[in-house]
């Protein structure tokens, strides 16, 4: 498939199936999750034709590409995020989110040093239900799994504002804007155990 | 669909002597002959026979899966050597309850590659053969048959790339054994799989498919037999069923079983889970209320104080509702 033909194909499964699809897994997901306090919002997208193309025709070193198949291999055409107010929330969302959904991989990301701060986040991939499945419309053009991210506020604030970052420079980031960046990753660590602590202590837990 | 390749291997129970080596298999020509006919016709007929989804855990967190990498392997490049490892998992998942087997791995074209691994239990047999002098009858040890009690196969379809391949489909006539390893013996221990519903989300599906039958008939004979069957079902073990076998479990009515069914997709009525009885009552449950002076007040839990309104003096509750009588009986017990 040409680079062309990848974006058309992709723009009618957009338009199609996976925005219809984000649409309906966020109510799934959402309804799972009745009951459990402190869930900030439950969203679910579907991943731009855009980020899709840049992600498709990566290259692998030896300059081949990367993904032979971008359809089947990328795993996260439809990505769903969880957003709860603190760091103990998120093993107890994690907990129920296993109990309705099957995954095929489940990745706890923290910085590869305990001297270093960056992205912290709670991953998935799991199988997409059947029931936020049309009935039989387009049944081979569905993807079979979809990404599921459970993340803090302070966590998912940082994302955001690191993701935006990320697209913008031309150039690499300075030693000094790496140092800020990690800066602001710290703080909403920070943040986080902070409020962990309050809570627990003012909730007698601890 | 076209049959393209069959390997048959002999397993033993080894699962207590996992070091044990397996037989050498055996590649079985494609010709026209009775054996591949029976195969051939098990073949095309397993995605009708094969209705259990079913889908490999990963071992870990990453996307690993030793059954799983076994059967792509195969997939990528097929073989009596790449075929070997599945048999071997077979014979070391096998006790000694299921007894010695014959597997046949068969690989053909349909849309992709299905793959399909089922498994034949021994048996002992008689062979009666009539001459025209006399019938002669003989003992046969090691019979081979498609069991109706224990049969079970497994079949998969790998389009575009193999390593994509997650789920698949399952018969297992044993999925309910009393006994554990037999139960989880094809499924989990040999294709280290689970059913691709989970036990919470199969039996919400029920449950929220049963409430809304309930919400939307005027039949009171529909909700008579839901309330029943939902008062019994805490005590339904944790067997695996579909939303029909349960309306079929506790004798529902052919209108009530229909309006449940109409209440979930097509594809979802059979669908097979495991039955969580915690899952359950959190989406179909009953509050009873019993008073001192006889009275028994019962609502589905989450109506329950929308139904009635309750005001309280010391120890005292007086309880208040109002609606139009649909149904009254005399009940021997609660």
């Given at each position: 498939m040409?680079?062309?033909e990848?974006?058309?194909?992709?723009?009618?499964?957009?338009q199609?199936?996976?925005?219809p699809?984000?649409?309906r897994?966020s109510a799934?997901?959402?309804?799972?999750?009745?009951?459990?306090?402190?869930?900030?919002?439950?969203?679910?997208?579907?991943k731009?034709?855009?980020?899709?193309?840049?992600?498709?025709?990566?290259?692998?070193?030896?300059?081949?590409?990367?993904?032979?198949?971008?359809?089947?291999?990328i795993?996260?055409?439809v990505?769903?995020?969880?957003i709860?107010?603190?760091?103990?929330?998120?093993?107890?969302?994690?907990?129920?989110v296993?109990?309705?959904?099957?995954?095929?991989e489940?990745?706890?990301?923290?910085?590869?040093?305990?001297?270093?701060?960056?992205?912290?986040?709670?991953?998935?991939?799991?199988?997409?239900?059947?029931?936020?499945?049309?009935d039989?419309?387009h049944?081979?053009?569905?993807?079979?799994?979809f990404?599921?991210?459970?993340?803090?506020?302070f966590?998912?604030?940082?994302?955001?504002?690191?993701h935006?970052?990320?697209?913008?420079?031309e150039?690499p980031?300075t030693?000094?804007?790496?140092?800020?960046?990690?800066?602001?990753?710290a703080?909403?660590?920070?943040?986080?155990?902070?409020f962990?602590?309050?809570?627990?202590?003012?909730?007698?837990?601890? | 669909?076209?049959?393209?390749?069959?390997?048959?291997?002999?397993?033993?129970?080894?699962?207590?002597?996992?070091?044990?080596?397996?037989e050498?298999g055996?590649?079985?020509?494609?010709?026209?002959?009775?054996?591949n006919r029976?195969?051939g016709?098990?073949?095309?007929r397993a995605?009708?026979?094969?209705?259990?989804?079913?889908?490999?855990?990963?071992?870990g967190?990453?996307?690993?899966?030793?059954?799983?990498?076994?059967?792509?392997?195969?997939?990528?490049?097929?073989?009596?050597r790449?075929?070997?490892?599945?048999?071997?998992?077979?014979?070391r998942?096998?006790?000694g309850?299921?007894?010695?087997?014959?597997?046949?791995?068969?690989?053909?074209?349909d849309?992709?590659?299905?793959?399909?691994?089922?498994?034949?239990?021994?048996?002992e047999?008689?062979?009666?053969?009539?001459?025209?002098?006399?019938l002669?009858?003989q003992?046969v040890?090691?019979?081979?048959l498609?069991?109706?009690?224990?049969?079970?196969?497994?079949?998969?379809?790998?389009?575009?790339?193999p390593?994509?391949?997650?789920?698949?489909?399952?018969?297992?006539?044993?999925?309910?054994?009393?006994?554990?390893?037999?139960?989880?013996?094809w499924?989990s221990?040999?294709?280290?799989?689970?059913?691709a519903?989970?036990?919470a989300?199969?039996?919400k599906?029920?449950?929220?498919?049963?409430?809304?039958?309930?919400?939307?008939?005027?039949?009171?004979?529909?909700?008579?037999?839901?309330?029943?069957?939902?008062?019994?079902a805490?005590?339904?073990?944790?067997?695996?069923?579909?939303?029909?076998?349960?309306?079929?479990?506790?004798?529902?009515?052919e209108?009530?079983?229909?309006?449940v069914?109409?209440?979930?997709?097509?594809?979802?009525?059979?669908?097979?889970?495991r039955?969580?009885?915690?899952e359950?009552?959190?989406?179909?449950?009953?509050?009873q209320?019993?008073?001192?002076n006889g009275?028994?007040?019962?609502?589905?839990?989450?109506?329950?104080?929308?139904v009635?309104?309750?005001?309280?003096?010391?120890?005292?509750?007086?309880?208040?509702?109002?609606?139009?009588?649909?149904?009254?009986?005399?009940k021997?017990?609660?």
């Amino acid at each position: 498939m040409t680079e062309k033909e990848l974006r058309q194909e992709y723009e009618f499964r957009y338009q199609a199936i996976l925005q219809p699809i984000a649409e309906r897994l966020s109510a799934h997901v959402l309804d799972n999750l009745q009951g459990i306090p402190r869930i900030d919002r439950v969203t679910a997208r579907a991943k731009s034709p855009g980020r899709f193309l840049a992600k498709a025709v990566k290259a692998l070193e030896d300059g081949g590409p990367k993904y032979s198949h971008p359809f089947e291999q990328i795993q996260d055409l439809v990505g769903a995020r969880i957003i709860v107010f603190y760091a103990h929330d998120v093993q107890v969302v994690a907990d129920t989110v296993e109990r309705y959904y099957r995954h095929i991989e489940r990745k706890d990301l923290i910085p590869e040093s305990e001297a270093e701060f960056g992205y912290f986040g709670k991953h998935f991939i799991l199988s997409m239900p059947v029931d936020v499945i049309e009935d039989d419309a387009h049944r081979d053009k569905i993807p079979n799994f979809f990404e599921l991210q459970i993340k803090t506020l302070f966590q998912h604030a940082w994302s955001e504002a690191n993701h935006d970052l990320a697209y913008k420079p031309e150039e690499p980031l300075t030693p000094l804007q790496k140092r800020q960046v990690a800066f602001t990753a710290a703080q909403a660590w920070g943040a986080d155990q902070m409020f962990a602590q309050l809570h627990s202590e003012l909730n007698g837990t601890t | 669909m076209a049959l393209e390749a069959i390997y048959s291997f002999l397993t033993y129970p080894k699962k207590s002597q996992p070091d044990d080596p397996l037989e050498p298999g055996a590649t079985i020509p494609i010709r026209n002959d009775k054996l591949n006919r029976m195969l051939g016709g098990i073949f095309d007929r397993a995605a009708q026979d094969c209705t259990v989804p079913i889908m490999f855990v990963p071992d870990g967190d990453q996307q690993q899966n030793a059954a799983r990498n076994e059967l792509v392997a195969l997939v990528e490049r097929r073989s009596l050597r790449t075929a070997t490892p599945l048999a071997t998992r077979l014979q070391r998942a096998t006790g000694g309850q299921s007894g010695m087997g014959l597997l046949f791995v068969c690989l053909g074209d349909d849309n992709g590659t299905r793959i399909v691994i089922s498994r034949f239990p021994a048996d002992e047999g008689v062979v009666a053969e009539r001459s025209r002098a006399a019938l002669s009858v003989q003992f046969v040890e090691q019979v081979f048959l498609k069991s109706a009690y224990s049969y079970k196969a497994a079949t998969y379809v790998a389009s575009a790339r193999p390593d994509q391949l997650w789920t698949g489909h399952v018969v297992d006539r044993q999925i309910n054994a009393g006994n554990k390893a037999v139960a989880d013996y094809w499924i989990s221990d040999f294709l280290l799989s689970e059913f691709a519903t989970t036990p919470a989300a199969g039996t919400k599906r029920l449950a929220v498919a049963l409430r809304q039958a309930v919400t939307t008939s005027t039949n009171v004979q529909l909700k008579h037999e839901i309330a029943s069957a939902a008062h019994l079902a805490a005590n339904l073990p944790n067997r695996a069923l579909t939303i029909a076998d349960f309306c079929d479990h506790f004798h529902f009515s052919e209108a009530t079983k229909q309006m449940v069914l109409s209440k979930v997709k097509p594809q979802l009525a059979n669908e097979r889970f495991r039955f969580d009885a915690q899952e359950f009552a959190r989406h179909l449950a009953y509050k009873q209320v019993e008073l001192d002076n006889g009275a028994v007040l019962t609502a589905p839990a989450d109506r329950f104080d929308q139904v009635f309104s309750e005001t309280r003096r010391q120890d005292e509750h007086t309880f208040t509702t109002s609606g139009t009588v649909i149904d009254e009986r005399l009940k021997r017990t609660r």
